[in-house]
């Protein structure tokens, strides 16, 4: 297969020359001094980043917990510790969500959705997010084909020159009758390898009080319960080992990850019935591995991973048809990422990707489908000081068989990309770009027995964006200040929706047509030192979004806000920290919104808001460090639904014992 290729920006410089020096008495002509110093970087593609201390002091037991506090999200959280979460950015559906872990993208081709309550913070160095795609040419194909991106990065070991083992233990414990220990060690084998281990138990009841109030149309009660949320019970163990690598031109990086879980899955709440009979353990396992290398102007990036999912689904609802399913799922992908730099202001690359999943149940007649994805990408990155630029094209090819049928699916699409950036001063930026993405359906969407549409055809997006980024540190009173806002427009074709049919683990697709996302997304940062081992910061987050159906104007939901998606959500996040304490508060809101595709009153679902308080203490003895967490979640017990019918916690504790070695 033959590849084009385009590119990549390095950093400018700046020269300073040293003043002629006079005296009164006599007059010396200094030598000339040459100073080289960056100027501050501006990604062409800017993310939204938690990492670090700042990512350790939120309220957040998962990634999904922390994905909160980014503005153009909304995470679906079903509730309690086992519950299912999953993440969208700006209205476009978890399905243009692409989630990065180390390197290579998340996938789950059954019904793509990727349960972000499966991963923990415990090992987790920092979160980016992305809208468009990563500010990066060398990188997979399939990095350049979603219309956002998430990317996670799990601790990596640094060892001092007298160092050579490192050891963190956590014990957690709290409301839901919750035990969650965890242990990471690292360990160096050499000067240029070293491996990390990290394991991580979660079981809990997942029981908690509840207010479950719903209203007739005529404004009057039709019920008012309260109870305790039943079947929400987890037992889950996760561990994940890595081996890194490195020498003169490059490094390398091994990943072996398994989570297995048994739960519950507490049904949705409908006219005051109860329902409790779900249950879903999981098997999920990956390998992978990448291997980057720079040799002069040349630059490579492989990756190759092999995943098996293995997920049996029960339901002993007596008011239901009875199931007990297990589906295997299989993937295999390779990727071959390769940049070279034409000038040190321009860089061009090309990628190749393949991936086959394939999809088997234990059901009769289950289509059992295999598919085969090629991409192919390039792309270009210039930089001219001031002015950066990045542009990309992927390609994506599809191929669909259903074991013992004649049947196939084929198609493909072509997704461009131009993303632009100019500094008009120091620290001050302005960014557009614009973009097309493609999705497949699932293999859920298309074939699935019970709630598959073959005739779904797939979603295609258009992406306008325009933004100002402000960024200033300096080491005065105020130590940093950032501030970001962008405005944009999503264009969805052939919009799919996935809504709830009754049962958490399964859902009933369509095509809604025609989707106009208008949005803003505004974020700010302010860190201050009023005092000698004084730190403040404040982060806040601020999201407006109207995204409605324009398919048919006979439609009687034609331009009303689409299921799920808040006109308005915002977030504030405080911290104090105090030599060893640290003391953190953190409230978000999201706004009103509809359940269903008319806005109508019977389909309005409340706006909800809570806020969570932490507090820590460290301790050091000689070169073991001691932390205790104690953490007070939705602190004025507030009763909300994220998704309706599923009620969320209300108050809730957690405390938290760490040790580091």
């Known amino acids: 297969m033959r590849f084009l290729a385009y590119f990549l920006p390095i950093m400018p410089f700046i020269t300073a020359y040293a003043e002629e020096v006079s005296d009164t008495a006599s007059v010396e002509r200094l030598k000339e001094v040459v100073v080289t110093a960056s100027l501050p970087t501006v990604a062409t593609i800017p993310a939204q980043t938690l990492k670090g201390k700042e990512l350790q002091r939120l309220n957040s037991n998962t990634i999904a917990d922390a994905l909160r506090y980014f503005s153009g999200v909304q995470v679906k959280d079903y509730g309690g510790v086992g519950g299912i979460k999953t993440v969208n950015i700006r209205s476009m559906g978890s399905h243009h969500t692409g989630v990065v872990y180390d390197g290579i993208e998340l996938g789950n081709a059954q019904n793509g959705q990727i349960d972000l309550g499966q991963f923990s913070l415990d090992n987790i160095e920092g979160i980016s997010l992305y809208n468009g795609q990563k500010s990066e040419i060398l990188q997979p194909a399939k990095d350049f084909g979603t219309a956002g991106s998430i990317y996670i990065r799990t601790r990596s070991p640094h060892f001092d020159s007298n160092d050579s083992f490192h050891f963190r233990g956590k014990v957690r414990t709290g409301s839901f009758d919750l035990i969650n220990p965890s242990v990471l060690a690292e360990v160096k084998l050499s000067e240029h390898v070293n491996a990390s281990l990290s394991t991580e138990w979660v079981n809990s009841s997942g029981k908690y009080k509840f207010r479950y109030r719903r209203l007739n149309t005529n404004g009057e009660v039709a019920y008012d319960t309260t109870a305790t949320r039943q079947n929400g019970d987890i037992n889950a163990l996760r561990t994940e080992a890595n081996v890194n690598g490195s020498f003169a031109t490059g490094q390398w990086h091994v990943k072996v990850y398994n989570y297995i879980s048994n739960r519950g899955i507490p049904g949705a709440i409908v006219n005051n019935v109860w329902r409790r009979g779900e249950r879903l353990k999981d098997s999920n396992s990956f390998a992978q591995g990448s291997y980057r290398l720079t040799s002069g102007k040349f630059s490579t990036l492989n990756n190759i991973k092999y995943a098996f999912y293995r997920t049996h689904y029960v ?204 949005g803003m997304d505004l974020s700010a940062l302010i860190n201050v030192n009023p005092i000698k081992d004084l730190s403040v910061t404040l982060r806040g987050q601020y999201t407006f979004q109207r995204a409605i159906d324009v398919t048919n104007p006979s439609d009687s939901y034609y331009r009303d806000q689409i299921p799920y998606v808040p006109r308005h959500s915002w977030s504030v996040v405080v911290n104090l920290s105090w030599k060893d304490w640290n003391l953190n508060y953190s409230y978000i809101y999201v706004g009103e919104r509809y359940n269903q595709q008319e806005n109508i009153r019977s389909n309005y679902t409340r706006p909800w808001y809570t806020s969570d308080i932490s507090a820590s203490r460290d301790f050091r003895f000689n070169r073991t460090s001691f932390r205790v967490l104690a953490e007070v979640n939705n602190v004025f017990s507030r009763d909300y639904d994220v998704i309706l019918n599923y009620p969320m916690p209300k108050r809730n504790y957690r405390l938290t014992l760490s040790i580091e070695i």
């Open 315 to 518: 339901n002993n609802d007596d008011k239901q048809i009875k199931i007990d399913n297990t589906y295997r799922q299989q993937e295999v992908y390779f990727s071959s990422a390769n940049q070279y730099s034409l000038f040190p202001w321009w860089h061009v690359s090309a990628a190749y990707d393949f991936m086959w999943n394939s999809l088997d149940a234990d059901i009769r007649g289950f289509a059992k489908p295999d598919r085969f994805t090629n991409m192919v990408s390039v792309a270009t990155a210039l930089d001219f000081k001031r002015f950066k630029f990045q542009g990309s094209v992927l390609g994506t090819f599809i191929h669909d068989v259903l074991k013992g049928r004649s049947s196939q699916n084929n198609k493909q699409a072509f997704s461009p990309a131009v993303f632009v950036s100019y500094i008009l001063t120091k620290g001050l930026s302005v960014r557009a770009f614009v973009k097309q993405s493609f999705r497949m359906p699932t293999f859920n969407d298309l074939y699935y027995a019970d709630m598959g549409n073959s005739s779904l055809d797939p979603e295609r997006v258009t992406q306008y964006n325009i933004g100002l980024m402000f960024n200033r540190r300096t080491e005065k009173f105020v130590n940093e200040m950032r501030f970001s806002a962008d405005v944009y427009y999503n264009n969805v074709t052939d919009k799919i929706i996935a809504y709830p049919k009754g049962q958490q683990f399964r859902w009933t697709m369509l095509n809604l047509g025609k989707v106009d996302i208008k």
